[in-house]
């Protein structure tokens, strides 16, 4: 059996898109499947940690011995990391989290006639959750955020991790067909502030396995020798 090596750690892993709504039937998402989250969480679980999985909307089924909460915005997403992180060793966002919400949510459908076309899409910032939870200043967990790019992958992946503050990212280029949203495979970038490593493409169940051995020797130096 592989080395536990997140072994009575406990771990939070946001995973899958979240999605805004404009009125009862539309809403603003992306393309994340939470492919990538939950083969985290299931490596998680069987490295031995004791893992909360939150998850936006997505059709995938929940892995053995996890604790799955669902959620649909990202201000439902960011209430359950607050309230997991409170309590957690290793916070690990690999959500596709939906930057802007609209202004106001339509208590009916938005109808074709009733407003300019300028008016019907207003936007306000949503919070972002894994800078929320690295900004802490007291129960801190080591906090891993992903980044996804389209260009200049590994400059903008430096950028985002000293701007919110994170002590590893994982940088994917999800124009590569290959990878990224909702493919099975996926290739990626480990940084932190000690340097970076490409890994090879790979079956995102794979690499999951080796970026939670990864993850647990920078997080958890001295433990697992
Ligand atoms: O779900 P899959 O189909 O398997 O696809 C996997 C993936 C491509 C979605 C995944 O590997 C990935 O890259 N996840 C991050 C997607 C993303 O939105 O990245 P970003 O560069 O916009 O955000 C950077 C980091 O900040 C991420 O850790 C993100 O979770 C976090 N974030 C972003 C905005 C926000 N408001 N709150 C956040 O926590």
Same mark, same amino acid.
């Given at each position: 059996a592989p080395?536990?090596?997140l072994k009575g750690k406990k771990v939070t892993i946001t995973a899958g898109p979240t999605r805004e709504a404009l009125d009862p039937v539309r809403y603003l998402s992306n393309h994340s499947s939470g492919k990538m989250g939950f083969a985290? %969480?299931?490596a998680a679980a069987r490295a031995g940690a004791e893992v909360t999985l939150i998850a936006g909307p997505v059709r995938l089924d929940t892995? !053995?011995?996890i604790k799955r909460v669902d959620v649909v915005s990202t201000e439902d997403m960011l209430r359950a990391a607050e309230a997991a992180a409170d309590d957690c060793d290793l916070f690990i966002a690999s959500a596709a989290?939906?930057?802007f919400r609209p202004t106001v949510v339509a208590a009916q459908k938005i109808k074709k006639e009733d407003d300019n076309e300028s008016d019907v899409l207003q936007l306000v910032k949503n919070p972002d959750i894994? %800078?929320?939870?690295a900004g802490r200043t007291s129960k801190r967990p080591f906090v891993v955020g992903f980044a996804a790019e389209t260009e200049k992958? !590994?400059?903008h992946a430096k950028g985002k991790l000293a701007r919110k503050n994170l002590d590893m990212i994982i940088a994917n280029d999800v124009s590569d067909p290959e990878g990224g949203f909702n493919s099975d495979r996926n290739q990626v970038m480990v940084i932190d502030h000690a340097g970076e490593q490409a890994l090879p493409a790979a079956l995102k169940t794979e690499l999951a396995t080796q970026l939670v051995e990864l993850i647990a020797t920078r997080a958890f130096?001295?433990?697992h020798q």
């Open positions: 080395e536990q090596v985290i %969480a299931a892995p !053995a011995g989290v939906v930057d894994v %800078a929320t939870i992958v !590994a400059e130096p001295g433990q």
